[in-house]
């Protein structure tokens, strides 16, 4: 009889198993707006998981009830906000999870140097999660971006008849970040054609200094190789460059329209054994290329 007791005692103290028609199952798949998320942590309640390469989690044996679903990212820069789900005995909860980029409010005007606004410049170049954004100025010369990525970025303007210009600024996510710009009427400019080494027309980013600094990027056109910059007279320089192609920067004073031509050859290769090594590839180029040349 002490035996049998003791043995009751003990059994009364066993994890009984719970039947598969008791417990529910939270499963999705992890993302942000351009493409699945592996390594992200999907945690429901007490119990977490990681998204395997295809983005996919999955969380079971849950006593069913109501939870909280929370996720991370494996990389900064993005969020996602806590969902409220709730599984029933025997349910499978599909709860898909997208991450979304942080974002910071960028406004503010485009004048001319007499403070009158400037309608329809253009501003490019800020980062908006994966995406570059553009836009133009209203009738008051006013600009608002509602989905810059917060931290150090810059943007361009560029409006007809005006030098355009590029401001560096650090994008903050607690309040609004306030650009203002005033932009010099041009009174002669910068022209020409960009070509490859056999004379046709070439697509190049033209990046314009002035002490250093940058001024303005822009591309030459595809078809016709042109490119042109509206300026004051000064001194200034030009900086060609162009995928597989040789760099030859231009310096020099213009007081009147002033034509400059660019003519970039091939890279020849290095020879390395039996490889070689071409400095830059000979692909075309797109926004992210543009980016990552120009601020070389």
Known sequence: MVFVQGDRERS????????????????????????????????VGERSATSDSAG??????????????????????YETSPQKVEVAAGETKIVDICFD????????????????????????????????????????????????????RHIRVNAQGCMGETRDFTASQDKATVIEFRLARATCKIYGVVTDGSGQPLQAEMLLRRSGAILERTLSDAKTGYY?????????????????????????????????????????PIERGDHRD?????????GTDMERYARA
């Open 12 to 43: 009364s103290n066993l994890r009984v198993p719970v039947p598969a028609r008791d417990i529910a199952i939270i499963r999705g798949t992890v993302s942000f707006p351009w493409g699945v998320v592996g390594g992200g942590t999907v945690v």
């Open 56 to 77: 996919r989690y999955e969380i079971s044996a849950l006593t069913p009830g109501a939870y909280t679903v929370t996720a991370k990212a494996p990389f900064p820069g």
């Open 101 to 152: 980029f942080e974002k910071a409010v960028v406004e503010g005007h485009v004048y001319d140097q007499d403070g009158k606004p400037i309608i329809g410049a253009t501003l490019s170049g800020l980062q908006s999660g994966k995406e570059m954004e553009a836009m133009t100025t209203d009738e008051r010369g006013y600009f608002r971006f509602e989905r810059a990525t917060p931290g150090d």
């Open 228 to 268: 042109e910059f509206p300026l004051v007279p000064g001194t200034y320089m030009i900086r060609p460059s162009a995928p597989g192609r040789e760099i030859k920067p231009w310096e020099g004073s213009i007081s009147a329209d002033t034509k400059v031509d660019f003519n970039l050859p091939p890279v020849h």
């Open 278 to 286: 071409y400095r830059q590839s000979s692909r075309s180029w797109t």
